[in-house]
């Protein structure tokens, strides 16, 4: 598609760009032109710079030893419990110029909750609650004529609907204008989606994670700008890009939502780590007690450090493959003091495994560069 191509050009152009040194950082700025919204994706493990080692912003590695990882009954005092999230956009404002403003009114949110409920769900951080009503509803009548009333009674009381921990609510603004002379012209889409994260309960907005505003033009997902050209005939469309198509609008909308997905994505991990515990290092290799259930990413940077009596020490930088229940992973670089001098020292001669009340631990630092490749 397209837009993979695109978002695949873009991420190896700027990763490549980012490796002159500079202040201290662990992710690159993926620029999208036309002042629109940028990704910012994990820098990988290899390019990090001594300063670059530093334990990331949001992470908690309180109460670890009160996770359970059982879906139903985890502990709400386990830091990597899983918040059920709810999903709503508001407010579609439509504006604009020119042609196209009628058509762009078709355009469904619905669709675009059900795609973000995807792509959510997907990451294993989080438990998503659907809003695809209609499909959950044939579901249940099916169960229920198949398998019989006391079936699905039964069913249906081992299984209680999940109840969010917190609501996205997202208000769309949609404009199209028209640039044109004569009868040739240029569609010009923009897509914003601005976040708020609510408790549902106490009615709170709450501060984190904070999404922000997201933005989003129609040249971001379309190889070239001759793909939104139009002809335009005694004030009716004649040829080129159809805006007078509701499916057509609404697949360059969905282009659009997917890619202003793929930056909401990054915002979260960003905001919403990942953490493990680290069991053992021998020589660059380490054991980590958590993976996919835990929502780490495959190709994750992980920043490795020791955690005592609520003081930080950072060890090293990794780059980790999950499996199901754990990872494992290999530190690229070693942070530049006693302490990471000494816990290399002596996995060269086996296997260190923290102890004496000491614990170690890896937290990623956002979204692999390599997540939003092999996802769009």
Aim: proline content about 4%; hydrophobic content about 40%; aromatic content about 8%.
């Amino acid at each position: 598609m397209l837009k993979k191509i695109l978002m695949s050009a873009v991420i190896t152009t700027l990763l490549a760009g980012c490796q002159t040194p500079g202040p201290s950082s662990q992710t690159n700025k993926v620029t999208v032109k036309n002042y629109a919204s940028s990704a910012a994706v994990a820098k990988n493990a290899y390019d990090f710079s001594d300063d670059d080692i530093t334990v990331p912003a949001y992470f908690d590695t309180q109460s670890l030893d009160q996770c359970t990882f059982d879906r139903q009954k985890e502990s709400d005092s386990c830091p990597l419990k899983k918040p059920i999230v709810r999903i709503y956009f508001d407010n579609n404002d439509v504006s604009g110029k020119g042609k196209g403003l009628e058509h762009l009114k078709q355009v469904s949110n619905l669709k675009l909750v059900q795609m973000l409920e995807n792509q959510l769900a997907g990451l294993s951080r989080f438990r998503i609650i659907t809003r695809d009503d209609q499909v959950v509803g044939q579901e249940q009548a099916t169960y229920l004529a198949e398998q019989g009333a006391s079936a699905y009674a039964n069913r249906a009381s081992n299984q209680r609907i999940l109840t969010p921990d917190f609501i996205v609510k997202i208000d769309t603004t949609k404009t199209v204008d028209t640039f044109y002379a004569q009868s040739s012209g240029v569609m010009d889409y923009t897509l914003e989606m601005t976040a708020a994260v609510i408790n549902p309960f106490t009615k709170e907005k709450m501060s984190h994670p904070n999404i922000g505003k997201i933005r989003v033009k129609s040249s971001d997902v379309v190889k070239n700008k001759d793909e939104l050209n139009v002809v335009i005939v005694n004030g009716r469309y004649y040829s080129g890009f159809n805006f007078s198509d509701p499916q057509v609008v609404q697949a360059m909308m969905s282009d659009m939502a997917s890619r202003g997905f793929d930056i909401f994505l990054t915002r979260m991990l960003s905001e919403m780590p990942a953490t493990a515990q680290v069991l053992g290092i021998k020589g660059d290799q380490l054991s980590l007690d958590r993976g996919q259930n835990a929502g780490v990413l495959v190709g994750e940077t992980m920043v490795i450090f020791q955690y005592e009596a609520g003081f930080v020490e950072p060890i090293g930088v990794a780059t980790v493959m999950p499996s199901k229940q754990s990872a494992s992973g290999k530190i690229v670089k070693w942070k530049k003091s006693k302490l990471a001098n000494s816990i290399k020292k002596q996995a060269e001669n086996g296997i260190f495994r923290p102890g004496n009340g000491i614990k170690i631990f890896a937290v990623s630092v956002g979204t692999p560069a390599s997540f939003l490749e092999t996802r769009t």
